[in-house]
C-alpha cells in the first residue's frame, strides 16, 4: 500500500458490482437500523457498527467474503477493522451509500 492508498476513496459501485459477482458474499449495511429503514441496497444485511459483535448472525464462517458500507465510509473503515480484528478474512470497505449510483430499496 502507498502513501496515497490512504486518501484514496471506495469505490461503493464497484464494491457493489463485485458484490454482486461473487458467490456467497455478504452485503454488509453498519449504519443505524432507522439510517436503513430510510433506504439502503438491495440485498443489504443491516448490522449497525455499535453492534458489529452480532456479525456472525449474518456471516457465521470467518471466510465469507463480506462488502461493508455505511453513509460515508468513516463508519465501514472502522468496521472492517473490527471485523478482521474478530478473524474475518475477506473484509472489502466499499464506502459510502452517499456515492451509491444505483437503486435503493426502503
Known sequence: MGFFDFFKQ???????????????????????????RGGHIPGSKNVPLQAIDKVASVAENKDTVLFVYCYSGAR??????????????????????????GKVEV
Request: hydrophobic share 40%; aromatic share 8%; net charge neutral.
Open 10 to 36: 471506495a469505490d461503493i459501485n464497484q464494491g457493489v458490482k463485485e458484490y454482486t459477482a461473487t458467490p456467497g458474499a455478504v452485503l454488509l449495511d453498519v449504519r443505524t437500523s432507522e439510517e436503513y
Open 76 to 101: 465501514s473503515r472502522q468496521a472492517a477493522g473490527l471485523l478482521q480484528r474478530m478473524g474475518y478474512r475477506n473484509v472489502n470497505n466499499i464506502g459510502g451509500i452517499a456515492a451509491y449510483a
